[in-house]
């Protein structure tokens, strides 16, 4: 069973753009809603993370956007930068086991000058 | 460096090879993780340890046998690995096991079976 749907598998954003990535999920347990980013020859490291009572967190360029009732939430990194590219996991996550550890595929991104 | 050191950072062996991998935490974190992250797949969770002790097992083939000989320090003993096992193996730790508060990840070692 595939609780964690992200999309799109990559994308491709021109500088100074936005860039959105979606996650959607299953579990309704899921209680911590992280995006991990990684560069090439790096392991993963989290950017940002919201919880479910609230609908949006902006830091800095990146906002995540939370919808309960949906069961999605999304990363929007504004003004995109060629820094930016890199893979994007969404990672939801609720205690009481390993099953509480789902990552999404992956997002490649790839930021145009 | 992310706090978790990972070597090597490539590695190539013979499907008849013996050779482990390792993993090293400076962030005083109780819980250490293996993952696998191979092309187009999600990472995949191989094996959890909380102080020293093994968590979970994720039905992990008998060629991959995890060591964790104390809360800083985990390895992955690799034995007559087949060539679907080259992948990018990524050691990660946490401040409490099965928590994503704290989590790091290590660089990675990119395994090739040949």
């Known amino acids: 069973q595939q609780q964690v749907k992200q999309s799109p598998q990559s994308l491709i954003v021109q500088k100074g753009g936005i860039s959105i990535i979606n996650c959607a999920y299953e579990?309704?347990?899921?209680?911590?809603f992280p995006w991990y980013q990684q560069f090439p020859g790096k392991g993963p490291a989290l950017l940002i993370a919201?919880?479910?009572?609230?609908s949006e967190k902006k830091e800095g360029r990146f906002t995540i956007s939370f919808n309960k009732s949906a069961k999605q939430f999304s990363l929007h990194i504004m003004d995109s930068q060629p820094g930016d590219s890199a893979t994007y996991f969404c990672?939801?996550?609720?205690?009481?086991?390993?099953?509480?550890?789902?990552f999404g595929k992956g997002t490649h991104l790839i930021i145009q000058p | 460096e992310t706090g978790v050191t990972q070597t090597p950072r490539h590695l190539v062996m013979g499907m008849t090879n013996k050779k482990s991998l390792k993993c090293e935490q400076h962030?005083?974190?109780?819980?250490m993780y293996w993952y696998k992250q191979s092309a187009k797949k999600p990472l995949e969770l191989m094996f959890v340890?909380?102080?020293?002790?093994?968590?979970e097992n994720n039905s992990v083939p008998s060629r991959f046998s995890p060591e964790c000989p104390n809360s800083s320090h985990l390895f992955l003993h690799l034995h007559t690995l087949q060539p679907e096992d080259s992948a990018l193996y990524l050691c990660?730790?946490?401040?409490?096991?099965?928590?994503?508060?704290?989590?790091?990840f290590g660089s990675g070692t990119r395994l090739t079976v040949v």
């Open positions: 990660a730790s946490s401040q409490e096991v099965l928590t994503h508060y704290g989590y790091t």
């Open positions: 962030l005083g974190h109780n819980a």
């Open positions: 990672a939801p996550y609720s205690g009481g086991g390993a099953d509480g550890l789902t």
């Open positions: 919201i919880r479910p009572d609230v």
């Open positions: 579990n309704t347990a899921f209680d911590y």
């Open positions: 340890y909380s102080l020293e002790e093994r968590v």
